[in-house]
T-cell receptor, first 113, second 115 residues
Framework: AQSVTQLDSHVSVSEGTPVLLRCNYS??????LFWYVQHPNKGLQLLLK??????LVKGINGFEAEFKKSETSFHLTKPSAHMSDAAEYFC???????????FGKGTMLLVSP | NAGVTQTPKFQVLKTGQSMTLQCAQD?????MSWYRQDPGMGLRLIHY???????DQGEVPNGYNVSRSTTEDFPLRLLSAAPSQTSVYFC??????????????FGAGTRLSVL
């Protein structure tokens, strides 16, 4: 079975400062990993995806994530936060044969002016 | 380009009532799934399907039924609604891995309240 832990339920940053959202995973095989974003009262949108091609993955809106197998981590970063980044972020790992997705409990990113 | 369409957007039920949440996709995806989202719990898989006529249970299937008679549609049925089923429900679809892009596309959600 696979699992994913998002280490912070809330992260607060000021506009223009770096963003770090932490995610650790557990899997007995080579997983695919995703980050999704959900703005208030909206559906989920894919930010980026890791599938073993490259450990540093670039996504939309300036976000990127680095896969570190030795640390079983897939942290999401952005150099400079924007007010529009305020949303909930989910780290996701796939199951065997991609039959299921396991979601983390989410990290709410708050951006202050 | 509709993508994944969920109806209704909002619904209020009384305990014991039944209803069907509709989900349709126009991307010819084989894989479809239903999740529920509760505060502090992330999204939890209810049921999924890898093609017409094939369904399987996810993490929290109790109280829900699904069927997949066509590739496009994957309705979720609540036979006897309970307050514990108050939640936001998301439908998603994707290709089967190895058969093209396997990114999951989500609908806008159905917000359900059971009184």
């Amino acid at each position: 079975a696979q699992s994913v832990t998002q280490l912070d339920s809330h992260v607060s940053v000021s506009e223009g400062t770096p963003v770090l959202l932490r995610c650790n995973y557990s899997s007995s095989y080579s997983p695919s990993l995703f980050w999704y974003v959900q703005h208030p009262n909206k559906g989920l949108q894919l930010l980026l995806k890791y599938t073993s091609a490259a450990t540093l993955v670039k996504g939309i809106n300036g976000f990127e994530a680095e896969f570190k197998k030795s640390e079983t981590s897939f942290h999401l970063t952005k150099p400079s936060a924007h007010m529009s980044d305020a949303a909930e972020y989910f780290c996701v790992v796939t199951g065997p044969g991609y039959s299921t997705l396991t979601f983390g409990k989410g990290t709410m990113l708050l951006v202050s002016p | 380009n509709a993508g994944v369409t969920q109806t209704p957007k909002f619904q209020v039920l009384k305990t014991g009532q039944s209803m069907t949440l509709q989900c349709a996709q126009d991307m010819n995806h084989e894989y479809m799934s239903w999740y529920r989202q509760d505060p502090g719990m992330g999204l939890r898989l209810i049921h999924y399907s890898v093609g017409a006529g094939i369904t399987d249970q996810g993490e929290v299937p109790n109280g829900y039924n699904v069927s997949r008679s066509t590739t496009e549609d994957f309705p979720l049925r609540l036979l006897s609604a309970a307050p514990s089923q108050t939640s936001v429900y998301f439908c998603a679809s994707s290709n089967i891995p190895g058969q093209g892009e396997d990114i999951q596309y989500f609908g806008a959600g159905t917000r359900l309240s059971v009184l």
